[in-house]
């Protein structure tokens, strides 16, 4: 089973007003939870649906998503269950 964390930076300015680029982590664990790999993909924004297009691209059916909550991931709950 994959598990895709999707987590703002610490600290200083987040999501739309930094200069920084935008990232997206994926992270897969093993049966006992312990990091496995890790994808990180540069996107141009964090809207809901440039996530759900990298999701549909990236992610199998029965991924578990783990988000920090911020509304543009509300996309996702539709195939992923909730998010």
């Known amino acids: 089973m994959c598990t895709l964390f999707i987590r703002p930076t610490e600290g200083g300015k987040r999501r739309r007003g930094t200069k920084k680029a935008t990232l997206v982590v994926g992270l897969i664990l093993n049966t006992k939870g312990h990091p496995q790999y890790a994808k990180i ?7 809901g649906k440039t996530l759900r ?3 549909e691209k990236t992610l199998k059916s029965d991924t578990m998503i783990h988000t920090d909550g911020f509304s543009s991931y509300q996309v996702l709950s539709g195939r992923w ?3």
Do not use: A
């Open 41 to 47: 993909q540069r996107v141009p924004n964090v809207q």
């Open 53 to 55: 297009v990298l999701t």
């Open 81 to 83: 269950g909730e998010v």
